[in-house]
């Protein structure tokens, strides 16, 4: 998790993951050569430096459909992240206050959760094509409070996809 000041652009977003991306790897103890790169299809994300720096890279970049919310797995967890940030008492006192508890929180999810969040990549690109690429119910227990995710969502970046 990297803190954004501003706006982000194509010149941002391939800074960041020139600085977070191998050193998250590294952090999860990943093989970058197993690793599979999903992004959506925002235009910072298609840009040409981007995608040349993306092509230096040692592992896979997925190619994604646009529009596939319920394929992303990252989308889970961030809906889990909001939910604990609402469930403080009152709200943060600006926007230092509201980092520091986007950073307690996250730091709270278990390697775990993401594991199973990826495990559940099958059933969830069976529940899309159920739905004939259209939004489904498709909801996976993810957090230990063993709380079904909500139907809202907060559009993110990226996520990895590991190979075994």
Same mark, same amino acid.
């Given at each position: 998790?990297?803190?954004?000041?501003?706006?982000?652009?194509?010149?941002l977003?391939?800074?960041?993951?020139?600085?977070?991306?191998?050193?998250?790897?590294?952090?999860?103890? *990943?093989d970058?050569?197993?690793?599979?790169?999903?992004?959506?299809?925002?235009?910072?994300?298609?840009?040409?430096?981007?995608?040349?720096?993306l092509?230096?890279?040692?592992?896979?970049?997925?190619?994604?459909?646009?529009?596939? #919310?319920?394929l992303?797995?990252?989308?889970?967890?961030?809906? #889990?992240?909001?939910?604990?940030?609402?469930?403080y008492?009152r709200?943060?006192?600006?926007?230092?206050?509201?980092?520091?508890?986007?950073?307690t929180?996250?730091?709270?999810?278990?390697?775990?959760?993401?594991?199973?969040?990826?495990?559940?990549?099958a059933?969830?690109?069976?529940?899309?094509?159920?739905?004939?690429? *259209?939004? #489904?119910?498709?909801?996976?227990?993810?957090?230990?409070?063993?709380?079904?995710?909500?139907?809202?969502?907060?559009?993110?970046?990226? #996520?990895?996809?590991y190979?075994?």
């Amino acid at each position: 998790m990297c803190k954004i000041e501003g706006m982000m652009d194509q010149h941002l977003y391939k800074q960041i993951l020139e600085d977070e991306l191998l050193r998250t790897i590294i952090w999860y103890h *990943m093989d970058a050569n197993r690793v599979i790169f999903q992004q959506d299809n925002d235009s910072k994300h298609k840009a040409r430096s981007v995608q040349e720096r993306l092509k230096e890279q040692p592992f896979e970049v997925l190619e994604w459909p646009p529009q596939s #919310t319920d394929l992303n797995p990252i989308e889970h967890l961030w809906a #889990t992240l909001k939910r604990r940030l609402n469930e403080y008492e009152r709200p943060p006192n600006g926007m230092i206050e509201l980092w520091e508890r986007i950073q307690t929180e996250w730091d709270k999810i278990d390697k775990e959760v993401c594991a199973r969040l990826i495990e559940s990549m099958a059933s969830r690109i069976n529940a899309v094509w159920k739905s004939k690429g *259209m939004w #489904t119910d498709y909801c996976i227990k993810i957090d230990e409070h063993g709380k079904n995710c909500p139907h809202e969502f907060i559009k993110f970046e990226h #996520t990895f996809l590991y190979k075994e």
